[in-house]
């Protein structure tokens, strides 16, 4: 059984760091790309940031850029987003997400691409 479980979210003040981690486990491979995405009230899932199975492959949403570092320790099956410099409209539940094909060397950017989701964590950024 496919787990995604999001740990680490929670309140924290505008200007201020985060980080959000994910541990994957009943994979039916190890190798896959693994992304970052949110979800405000009233709003579409977006993508935050992605990263292959190396790691050599990131994306990132030019609304998180040069704020957000999205990091792997794939001998942990572990994802990492740290956020810094926080601001209210980050606020959002945050899901990790997990896409199998071509064994995580390819860099996925769309919600639709990816197989296995977690339940999310919640992160609030007040002003």
């Known amino acids: 059984q496919v787990q995604m479980r999001e740990s680490g979210g929670g309140l924290v003040q505008a200007g201020g760091s985060l980080r959000v981690s994910c541990l994957a486990s009943?994979?039916?491979?190890?190798?896959?790309?693994m992304g970052w995405f949110r979800q405000a009230p009233g709003k579409e899932r977006e993508t935050v940031a992605a990263?292959?199975?190396?790691?050599?492959?990131?994306y990132y949403a030019d609304s998180v850029k040069g704020r957000f570092t999205v990091s792997r320790d794939n001998a942990k099956n572990t994802l990492y987003l740290q956020m810094n410099s926080l601001k209210p409209e980050d606020t959002a539940v945050y899901y990790c997400?997990?896409?199998?094909?071509?064994?995580?060397?390819?860099?996925?950017?769309?919600?639709?691409?990816?197989?296995?989701w977690g339940q999310g964590t919640q992160v609030t950024v007040s002003a």
């Open positions: 997400a997990a896409a199998q094909a071509y064994g995580g060397s390819l860099l996925y950017t769309e919600v639709r691409s990816y197989d296995y």
């Open positions: 990263i292959t199975w190396s790691g050599g492959g990131i």
């Open positions: 009943g994979l039916p491979s190890s190798r896959v790309t």
